[in-house]
């Protein structure tokens, strides 16, 4: 069987956690990829869960040793990768595995897995309706709404290097377009 992923990508606040969270209820053949860390944890996330949370001096350690298959410094001073290991050990499951990942991560993931990888970028319909979902999640404070808002109109030309673009401006027509897009991609 093909070793297959699934990349989706966008700026901040479009919506790629809510439309990777209804795939994984959906198809019980995808897998999420937890990512490492080095950022804190926020609220109620847990190690091994949302992410793997290490240490600076830690994800430094495991870059240096090559246990990343890409890794950027999303935000300064915060780290996050895609781990080897993790990779391997969904495919050893014979699961397809689905990432959430920064634009630059997901064009890297596309150029490395090619034919065998879905790229996705999600589109939200404008800049201040990002920033209407940031300020809606309540996650963020002003000041890094504004850092990622910011960060977003950059992220936004990336969108041709993916092979398809979903916009989400109806979730519900959104989430429908998505689930085609894995079911003809996981048959194929
Ligand atoms: P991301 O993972 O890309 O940062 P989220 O999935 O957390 O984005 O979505 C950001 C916020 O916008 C969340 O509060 C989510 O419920 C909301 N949201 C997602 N899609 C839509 C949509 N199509 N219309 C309105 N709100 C949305
Ligand atoms: P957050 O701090 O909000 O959880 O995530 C910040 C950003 O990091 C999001 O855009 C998310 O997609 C991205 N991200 C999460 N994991 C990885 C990863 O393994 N590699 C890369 N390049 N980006 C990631």
């Given at each position: 069987m093909d070793k297959k992923v699934i990349i989706f990508s966008a700026p901040?606040?479009?919506g790629k956690s809510t439309i990777v969270k209804h795939l994984l209820s959906k198809f019980s053949c995808l897998e999420f990829s937890v990512s490492a860390t080095s950022r804190a944890p926020r609220g109620q996330e847990e190690h091994g869960k949302e992410y793997y949370f290490f240490s600076t001096a830690e994800f430094e350690e495991k870059i240096r040793n090559g246990e990343f298959v890409e890794y950027e410094?999303?935000?300064?001073?915060s780290y996050y990768g895609t781990l080897v290991s993790e990779v391997e050990r969904i495919w050893a499951k014979g699961n397809i595995i689905i990432f959430d990942i920064d634009v630059k991560g997901g064009v890297n993931l596309k150029k490395l897995y090619g034919e065998n990888a879905l790229a996705v970028f999600i589109q939200p319909p404008s800049v201040e309706e990002l920033r209407n979902r940031l300020v809606g999640r309540g996650t963020d404070t002003p000041e890094a709404i504004e850092r990622r808002v910011a960060k977003a109109e950059e992220e936004?030309?990336?969108?041709?290097?993916?092979d398809v673009v979903l916009i989400n401006d109806n979730l519900e027509e959104a989430l429908q377009r998505a689930e085609k897009m894995v079911s003809e991609f996981a048959s194929r």
């Amino acid at each position: 069987m093909d070793k297959k992923v699934i990349i989706f990508s966008a700026p901040s606040g479009a919506g790629k956690s809510t439309i990777v969270k209804h795939l994984l209820s959906k198809f019980s053949c995808l897998e999420f990829s937890v990512s490492a860390t080095s950022r804190a944890p926020r609220g109620q996330e847990e190690h091994g869960k949302e992410y793997y949370f290490f240490s600076t001096a830690e994800f430094e350690e495991k870059i240096r040793n090559g246990e990343f298959v890409e890794y950027e410094e999303v935000y300064k001073g915060s780290y996050y990768g895609t781990l080897v290991s993790e990779v391997e050990r969904i495919w050893a499951k014979g699961n397809i595995i689905i990432f959430d990942i920064d634009v630059k991560g997901g064009v890297n993931l596309k150029k490395l897995y090619g034919e065998n990888a879905l790229a996705v970028f999600i589109q939200p319909p404008s800049v201040e309706e990002l920033r209407n979902r940031l300020v809606g999640r309540g996650t963020d404070t002003p000041e890094a709404i504004e850092r990622r808002v910011a960060k977003a109109e950059e992220e936004l030309t990336y969108s041709d290097k993916f092979d398809v673009v979903l916009i989400n401006d109806n979730l519900e027509e959104a989430l429908q377009r998505a689930e085609k897009m894995v079911s003809e991609f996981a048959s194929r």
